[in-house]
């Protein structure tokens, strides 16, 4: 069945969200740093790597860990409960009120092969080295299905509101921004704390959940906007 563990309980996911946790065969359960009670804050990072394995076995390496992992096919592989593990993946402050999502994506140019899922690449200032590798669809859509249900406080000690503080004055941020010294209760890129993934992914987010866009025109909107941008990326023709 296809659930995620929260507080040691089954729920639950979107139905269009395959998830499997560490319970399963072959499943890995990364070591929690503390005990907590609620998380009100979502935070998107990008792996620099080409499958769910490899991500798990880097973070391992490194001394890190995320509660999910989103494959290219937006399949979900779970390491962690989603409120009470404390895991390391966004720094002391974040850490403590989050849980973690890595998406697979290498992210630069220079790391794809002719057999990888991942087929467009875009000009991106914002990016480390400039360019950037976008998200499968299925990953980008994925992102929107597991944002929407986090928000909408699916079990008992989420708490993460439906609050974007990347966009300010009608512009989302696609670097590090002051505000995000301290805990920001909402949808958060990693790029937010001065590293350079998961604001695109934020973008495709918001232009379904708060744009109401399709699949098909919020992906090609994300692409678009973010083409070129370089400290934000203007949304003021759409945000109310």
């Given at each position: 069945m296809s659930a995620?563990?929260?507080?040691?309980?089954?729920?639950?996911?979107?139905?269009?969200?395959?998830?499997?946790?560490?319970?399963?065969?072959?499943?890995?359960?990364?070591?929690?740093?503390?005990?907590?009670?609620?998380?009100?804050?979502?935070?998107?990072?990008?792996t620099v790597t080409r499958s769910a394995e490899s991500t798990v076995a880097v973070l391992a390496r490194r001394g890190l860990s995320v509660h999910l992992v989103l494959g290219p096919d937006g399949s979900i592989t779970q390491h962690g409960d989603l409120v009470t593990d404390v895991l390391w993946h966004a720094g002391p402050v974040h850490n403590l009120t989050s849980f973690g999502v890595e998406v697979v994506n290498p992210y630069y140019p220079r790391l794809l092969r002719p057999s990888l899922p991942w087929h467009l690449?875009?000009?991106?200032?914002?990016?480390?080295?400039?360019?950037?590798?976008?998200?499968?669809p299925a990953q980008a859509e994925a992102v929107a299905s597991l944002v929407r249900w986090a928000i909408s406080r699916p079990a008992q000690g989420i708490l993460?509101?439906?609050?974007?503080?990347?966009?300010?004055?009608r512009r989302m941020h696609v670097r590090a921004f002051d505000a995000a010294v301290r805990p920001l209760p909402g949808v958060l890129a990693h790029h937010y704390f001065g590293h350079a993934d998961g604001a695109w992914l934020v973008l495709y987010a918001w232009l379904r959940i708060e744009a109401k866009m399709s699949p098909s025109v919020a992906f090609a909107e994300a692409v678009r906007r973010a083409t070129g941008a370089t400290k934000s990326i203007d949304l003021r023709d759409l945000a109310p």
């Amino acid at each position: 069945m296809s659930a995620f563990v929260v507080r040691n309980r089954l729920v639950t996911p979107p139905a269009d969200l395959a998830v499997k946790t560490w319970r399963e065969p072959g499943g890995v359960r990364f070591p929690t740093k503390g005990k907590r009670h609620t998380v009100t804050e979502l935070v998107l990072h990008e792996t620099v790597t080409r499958s769910a394995e490899s991500t798990v076995a880097v973070l391992a390496r490194r001394g890190l860990s995320v509660h999910l992992v989103l494959g290219p096919d937006g399949s979900i592989t779970q390491h962690g409960d989603l409120v009470t593990d404390v895991l390391w993946h966004a720094g002391p402050v974040h850490n403590l009120t989050s849980f973690g999502v890595e998406v697979v994506n290498p992210y630069y140019p220079r790391l794809l092969r002719p057999s990888l899922p991942w087929h467009l690449v875009i000009d991106a200032p914002w990016a480390h080295e400039g360019q950037y590798v976008v998200p499968t669809p299925a990953q980008a859509e994925a992102v929107a299905s597991l944002v929407r249900w986090a928000i909408s406080r699916p079990a008992q000690g989420i708490l993460i509101p439906p609050r974007w503080p990347g966009v300010v004055a009608r512009r989302m941020h696609v670097r590090a921004f002051d505000a995000a010294v301290r805990p920001l209760p909402g949808v958060l890129a990693h790029h937010y704390f001065g590293h350079a993934d998961g604001a695109w992914l934020v973008l495709y987010a918001w232009l379904r959940i708060e744009a109401k866009m399709s699949p098909s025109v919020a992906f090609a909107e994300a692409v678009r906007r973010a083409t070129g941008a370089t400290k934000s990326i203007d949304l003021r023709d759409l945000a109310p």
